[in-house]
């Protein structure tokens, strides 16, 4: 019979050599372990059978190997989705997997196959077998109507087995295989190094995952905005934080996202059209401040507004944050527009929070500032298939990644990786001693020629420095160095911190000038004359 392999040569073979070359990978045949090669010289033999049991146990049915399908491909997907095995072979790179699995998440795990030409549709079943460090074996079968080719994006095209968090631990090794459902159906022959339908070929894959607890800690502060005789401040319920949080552990590589209520934060005025969300940053760092909280804490405001300002906007983070320290907590402030429910208020809080954890923009609409110049897939596609651990919805790799301003969002495998790295070290918090943390100087630059003032405490990175203050008398010696860095999702608007000093404080009195860059990506640059003299540094209470 002829048939038509990869890369459209027509050869003529038998019926079961047709695939071999890509049924049975070279990776396999050059992996050095004894083990594998041991395997490989069994079944070169013609004629040998299943070379393992079907992975059963003693509630399972005895059913023998599949005829005439390889199961060529094993994921996980907990949000985004890793590759275990490829053509047979178990991943051991992290590179090649993708992404860094956690132990105790909800798991999707999913096996692909491909189907010699002789293959007839009928029932199969895709049976998971997982060896649990203490001697526990779980064992999952999907049962499946297998009628054409395995695809990724449709649920009844792929075998899938769910894990809960509790069946996920550290060391379990894992092996799926693809069974006849007719119990009577013949066992097949493996002729000439075929191989069953069994992955990983050589023998369990052991889970690689990583095992610390990893917590995503916010406060929601209800503001109470008060302007023209109107009062509205956001009623949060325990519905609201709860769909936050979902939003949250879904699209972050945590094990727990945990949300409390903080008290409301009183803003009166107009917010107007020029400041953003400013004013109310600048607020929510005071409050801060003077009422320290957990420096992994994310800060985050929900706001309706009297007047319906700021135009155009659903929220602002304080700034694109440094590499998470303890000394740098005030850069872990946000806010977003409430419209009226924890649900509703969602998406603006994960974007929002991705940028408190420093994350950039990537761009899609074309409307984003600050791109990020490291991130991998074009038009802000996520690049790889997602999956909701709440929800059960499955993300096509077209969906957009939540630092885009377009639709369809979802995490990237880029987004989960940075996430994971930052959100590792806050987990750490707890148990680390914050150290001397300095009085500082921070404010907020606005495009309209104003700025606002307030005293906290932090440790600035010395690398950061990119800007200086300077006494307007002795414009020749700069004062203090300062960082400055735009305000995310924000136009011409800076965000400024300096250390804090008695030195300063006496020239402050006089007029004091900001030059240097804005940070991100465009350096903007920022030459401002400022007054802050109405700081006093000797009342302040925050530590
Ligand atoms: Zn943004």
Redo the contacts with the bound molecule.
């Keep these: 019979m002829e048939n038509v392999p990869e890369g459209g040569v027509s050869v003529v073979l038998g019926p079961r050599q047709r695939l071999l070359g890509s049924w049975y990978p070279r990776k396999v045949v050059s992996r050095s372990t004894a083990h594998a090669v041991g395997w490989v010289a069994t079944c070169l033999v013609a004629g040998c059978g299943p070379v393992d049991d079907d992975g059963g146990d003693a509630n399972t049915r005895v059913l023998s190997y599949a005829n005439d399908i390889r199961l060529v491909r094993l994921a996980a997907n907990q949000g985004v989705q890793a590759t275990l095995v490829a053509d047979g072979v178990e991943l051991l790179d992290p590179v090649e997997r993708g992404i860094d699995l956690l132990t105790r998440r909800t798991t999707l795990m999913q096996g692909f196959w491909s189907l010699h030409v002789d293959f007839v549709p009928r029932a199969l079943v895709g049976r998971l077998t997982i060896d649990y460090p203490n001697g526990r074996r779980l064992v999952r079968e999907h049962d499946l109507f297998v009628e054409g080719p395995s695809d990724e994006g449709t649920a009844g095209a792929s075998f899938y087995w769910l894990l809960a968090p509790e069946e996920v631990v550290a060391g379990m090794e894992y092996r799926a295989r693809i069974l006849e459902a007719d119990a009577a159906a013949p066992a097949p022959l493996y002729l000439d190094g075929e191989v069953p339908p069994v992955a990983p070929l050589h023998g369990p894959g052991e889970l690689v995952a990583y095992d610390s607890t990893l917590r995503l800690t916010a406060i929601i502060v209800p503001i109470l905005h008060r302007f023209g005789g109107c009062e509205r401040k956001p009623e949060v319920t325990e519905g609201d934080l709860l769909a936050m949080a979902t939003a949250l552990e879904q699209l972050n590589p945590v094990h727990v996202a945990e949300l409390t209520l903080g008290d409301p934060v009183a803003f009166d005025g107009s917010i107007g059209e020029l400041k953003g969300f400013g004013p109310i940053l600048a607020e929510l760092a005071a409050t801060r401040a003077a009422n320290p909280v957990a420096p992994e804490a994310f800060y985050y405001g929900v706001i309706d507004s009297c007047d319906g300002y700021p135009a155009g906007l659903a929220?602002?983070?304080i700034t694109i944050a440094g590499a998470p320290t303890m000394g740098n907590a005030q850069e872990r402030i946000a806010v977003g527009r409430w419209n009226g429910s924890g649900a509703n208020a969602a998406s603006t809080f994960v974007?929002?929070l991705?940028?408190a954890q420093g994350r950039m923009?990537v761009r899609c609409s074309g409307g984003?500032?600050?791109i990020d110049p490291q991130y991998p897939h074009s038009g802000g596609r996520i690049g790889t298939w997602g999956f909701g651990i709440h929800d059960r919805w499955l993300r096509p790799p077209s969906g957009r990644d939540y630092?885009t301003?377009c639709g369809s969002e979802w995490v990237s495998d880029y987004g989960w990786q940075y996430s994971l790295s930052v959100l590792d070290v806050l987990s750490g918090f707890s148990s680390a001693s914050a150290g001397e943390l300095q009085a500082l100087v921070a404010g907020i630059l606005y495009p309209d020629g104003t700025s606002q003032w307030w005293l906290q405490r932090g440790a600035l990175d010395p690398l950061a420095f990119n800007a200086e203050l300077v006494d307007e008398t002795h414009p020749g010696e700069p004062l203090a160095k300062a960082v400055v860095r735009p305000v995310?999702?924000a136009e011409h608007t800076f965000y400024v911190q300096a250390p804090w000093n008695a030195q300063w404080e006496r020239a402050a009195a006089r007029g004091l000038h900001i030059r240097g860059n804005g940070g991100g990506s465009g350096q903007s640059t920022v030459s401002r004359a400022i007054s802050i003299a109405q700081l006093d540094a000797t009342s302040w209470s925050g530590r």
Excluded: I, R
């Design positions: 929220g602002q983070a974007h929002e991705g940028h923009h984003e500032a600050g630092m301003y995310a999702d």
